[in-house]
């Protein structure tokens, strides 16, 4: 059988930046003729996208490689074919152990896979995409790698250094979002930040979302993982004069103590951190900071944890997410070793977790009375369920609203907070423009 008579099942694994990827290949693939399916069962081929960020993700991805090599060997699949992070970093291995695998593929690898199945990769699709997400929101990447020498990452090892994405093109393929009726804009990166530095000598990120805030048709800007050190001041400006930037930023610290920040080679001491923390709630108020913590780096001491509760304590971030620490082969810290038990590390994340619990409650009932955006996404049980500006989709909290004639899920519209929890939001709405 020719592969365009064969179904394709491309399964994502990882993060936002792996299903725009996925998204841009299940276009190709789409324009190249070929039959795509959303279910294994029914595929003759399967794609799987890996992640190989920590050993989670590692084994995950690993699991779902031996799953499908399983159905190849039972005959219900034709071709397995791996792709992104997990090959970037283990192509030798993965080769060696598992050899039913057909064919291996970078993350930049696009054109190769379109040629091996028989098709030929579109260079003026450049930008297109096959949006995975509901039709309201869609991430864009707005730049590849990254440069920071961070001693746990190992990203840049196989996402390589940094690269910015035009302007005119992340222009391009805005618009052609927009198209799609996307309104929600979640703008990505490994480091946000950075964007622009390579390519134009500065940074960049304030002047692209003044052009992303001057599309007509997008409702919101969602700025994530804008690494902290160096941060460009000039985008509070940005949030300042442009009401469809989100209130709210997606800011990973990883942590506090300045010795442990020191040998994570993060670039900022926890002075550094609460200063920039507090120029950004000045500067906008109402912002809503995420942030995302390791715990259990190998020189990661009981004084070091405390340090980290105190400073959560006292920072008080909206919304707060813990890994513990995944010990990466060719990273830096590496050769430190992984001294710390599995079941001190999840103690350590628990304790964390347990103080942002408290202070999850205590930020969202200081909310109530206030006046926002919600998007409207889903109904359930006589409720709308949403998301107001100040969470993000698939990690934040969600905001449940009595449902009114005359809105329809995918509107956005203005609400008052009525009532909250640790983990959700309560509100009416006041009026849909
Ligand atoms: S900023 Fe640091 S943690 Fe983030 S991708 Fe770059 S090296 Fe990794």
């Known amino acids: 059988m020719n592969t365009r008579q064969q179904k394709i099942n491309i399964i994502t694994l990882g993060c936002a930046k792996n299903t725009v990827d996925s998204e841009a290949l299940y276009s190709q693939l789409l324009h190249n003729d070929f039959t795509l399916t959303e279910q294994i069962d029914d595929a003759d081929i399967a794609i799987i996208n890996t992640c190989g960020f920590i050993d989670a993700a590692k084994r995950q991805s690993v699991d779902t490689i031996l799953a499908a090599v399983e159905r190849k ?39 190769n896979i379109l040629e091996s199945l028989g098709g030929k990769y579109k260079y003026e699709l450049l930008g297109e995409r096959s949006v995975s997400t509901p039709n309201y929101f869609s991430y864009i990447k ?8 961070c001693s746990f990452c190992a990203i ?11 302007v005119e093109q992340v222009m391009d393929e805005t618009m052609r979002l927009v198209e799609k009726g996307v309104k929600e804009l979640i703008v990505i990166g490994q480091d946000t930040t950075y964007y622009g530095l390579d390519i134009y000598g500065e940074r960049k990120l304030a002047s692209l979302l003044t052009s992303l805030a001057s599309v007509k048709e997008l409702e919101w800007i969602r700025l994530m993982y804008a690494f902290p050190a160096k941060f460009p001041a000039d985008i509070l400006d940005v949030f300042k004069s442009n009401p469809k930037l989100c ?5 990973p610290i990883q942590h506090a103590a300045d010795n442990v920040l020191k040998s994570m080679r993060r670039g900022i001491t926890r002075r550094t951190t609460e ?11 109402q912002i809503a900071l995420r942030t995302t913590l390791i715990v259990g780096y190998p020189n990661e ?5 405390q340090e980290l509760a105190q400073f959560i304590r006292d920072v008080k971030f909206d919304r707060l997410g813990v890994f513990t620490y995944s010990q990466e082969d060719d ?13 001190e590390k999840e103690r350590r994340k628990e304790y964390i ?10 930020k969202n009932e200081s909310r109530i009375g206030m006046k926002t955006r919600a998007v409207i996404e889903r109904s359930e049980n006589g409720s709308f369920v949403g998301r107001t500006e100040w969470d993000a989709p698939e990690v934040d909290n969600e905001v449940f609203i009595p449902a009114t004639e005359h809105v329809r899920v995918d509107d956005f519209v203005n609400v008052t907070i009525t009532d909250a929890t640790e983990y959700d939001l309560y509100a009416e709405i006041t009026s849909k423009e």
């Open 73 to 111: 060997s039972s005959g219900q699949l034709s071709k397995v074919y791996v792709m992104g992070c997990l090959v970037e970093r283990y192509k030798n291995d993965l080769q060696k152990e598992i050899p039913e695998i057909d064919n291996f593929f970078g993350s930049n690898e696009l054109p």
């Open 142 to 149: 707005i730049s590849e790698g990254c440069d920071n020498p």
């Open 156 to 166: 840049p090892l196989m996402r390589g250094k940094h690269r910015t994405k035009p």
């Open 247 to 251: 209130r709210y930023l997606d800011m």
């Open 275 to 285: 200063n920039l923390i507090e120029t950004i709630r000045t500067a906008v108020p």
């Open 301 to 305: 001491t009981e004084a070091d944890i």
């Open 331 to 343: 990273t830096t810290a590496f050769g430190l070793g992984d001294p710390v038990p599995e079941e």
């Open 353 to 362: 977790m347990e103080i942002q619990r408290e202070i999850s409650l205590e």
